[in-house]
T-cell receptor, first 114, second 116 residues
Framework: KQEVTQIPAALSVPEGENLVLNCSFTDSAIYNLQWFRQDPGKGLTSLLLIQSSQREQTSGRLNASLDKSSGRSTLYIAASQPGDSATYLCAVTHDGGSQGNLIFGKGTKLSVKP | KAGVTQTPRYLIKTRGQQVTLSCSPISGHRSVSWYQQTPGQGLQFLFEYFSETQRNKGNFPGRFSGRQFSNSRSEMNVSTLELGDSALYLC???????????????FGQGTRLTVV
């Protein structure tokens, strides 16, 4: 059974710092991995999607990497801002499964202090 | 283009009642999935509908059911509500043709259900 783990559960950093969020999964037979952001009481916003054949994806200050063989992904946030404060979730789609069936980690709650 | 719309945003129900939640996907998206989010369990997959057929189902009791209409709109029903059903219910839509195709999932704002 696929399990997704995110460490740390919470992180507080001063504004301007570069940071890395970690995601690990137990079954390397994934089709893709997606990073989401969730603001309190709100839905999820997709940040980056990495297909299993890719090693990384970039969008603005965000860079996500994927090492499928070791079951790990990282989300790098450069020059963090208070507006980046949110919970970040990673989710995988099982190889051969449906994009509609995402398996989520429990998230990392990020707080960026001004 | 309009996003995923979930109604209502908030609901308060009494234990034993039933509830129906609605989700309108992004225009052109044929896959709709439902998730339950609680502080203890995080986000858990309930079921996925594609072209009016349930394609996948998570590990939830039969009290949880859903359906999808020909316009891709979906409803989720929970019968005989329990206190533990209190959660944020999220709907996601994606532009999925076949199983294994890789596209982003877009989420609605969710319905906050409180069972008292």
């Amino acid at each position: 059974k696929q399990e997704v783990t995110q460490i740390p559960a919470a992180l507080s950093v001063p504004e301007g710092e570069n940071l890395v969020l970690n995601c690990s999964f137990t079954d390397s037979a994934i089709y893709n991995l997606q990073w989401f952001r969730q603001d309190p009481g709100k839905g999820l916003t997709s940040l980056l999607l990495i297909q299993s054949s890719q090693r990384e994806q970039t969008s603005g200050r965000l860079n996500a990497s994927l090492d499928k063989s070791s079951g790990r992904s990282t989300l790098y946030i450069a020059a963090s801002q208070p507006g980046d404060s949110a919970t970040y979730l990673c989710a995988v789609t099982h190889d051969g499964g449906s994009q509609g069936n995402l398996i989520f980690g429990k998230g990392t709650k990020l707080s960026v202090k001004p | 283009k309009a996003g995923v719309t979930q109604t209502p945003r908030y609901l308060i129900k009494t234990r034993g009642q039933q509830v129906t939640l609605s989700c309108s996907p992004i225009s052109g998206h044929r896959s709709v999935s439902w998730y339950q989010q609680t502080p203890g369990q995080g986000l858990q997959f309930l079921f996925e509908y594609f072209s009016e057929t349930q394609r996948n189902k998570g590990n939830f009791p039969g009290r949880f059911s859903g359906r999808q209409f020909s316009n891709s709109r979906s409803e989720m029903n929970v019968s005989t509500l329990e206190l533990g059903d209190s959660a944020l219910y999220l709907c996601a839509s994606s532009l999925v043709g076949q199983v294994g195709s890789s596209t982003n999932a877009f989420f609605g704002q969710g319905t906050r259900l409180t069972v008292v």
